[in-house]
């Protein structure tokens, strides 16, 4: 008798189905910050203070759930940036998105990415609901 393995939208690879609800598990790091103020891969200015992210194959304006998978705490993020490009790590997120699930001191959170717009990514003028004084636009 075989054993029969689905794979639900996700790839080592770092290519992801871009349907709505898709998921990909992996390690999730963030952006230094030597690259604030940098452009990023869609021409915008990286942000610190910002809900983005970058990611390898999900378009540009993919809103993406970030659950850390220790402590089940999320994030939501934009997708405006191309990376990580270090093996096992599948999505790059802004440090405001990292505070917001504790990772800032690890560094590193093995994380599970669902996909909350296939097939028809975002406006980059959508912002989140303020989470405080210092909340900006995505």
């Known amino acids: 008798m075989g054993v029969v393995f689905l794979a639900m939208g996700c790839s080592s690879s770092g290519s992801m189905a871009t349907h709505t609800g898709a998921t990909d598990t992996g390690i999730a ?9 940098r452009t990023t891969a869609n021409g915008e200015t990286y942000r610190g203070s910002q809900y983005t992210a970058a990611h390898r194959t999900l378009p540009f304006g993919s809103r993406v759930r970030v659950t850390r998978l220790d402590t089940g705490a999320q ?7 191309r990376g990580p490009f270090v093996n096992g790590r599948i999505i790059d997120l802004s440090r405001r998105a990292a505070r917001d699930i504790n990772m800032v001191r690890d560094g590193l959170a093995e994380v599970r990415i669902e996909l909350l717009n296939g097939d028809a990514p975002a406006s980059n003028t959508t912002a989140p609901p303020a989470r405080d004084s210092d909340a900006t636009s995505w």
């Open 29 to 37: 790091s963030y952006y230094a910050d030597k690259f604030e103020g």
């Open 75 to 81: 994030v939501t993020v934009r997708i405006n940036d």
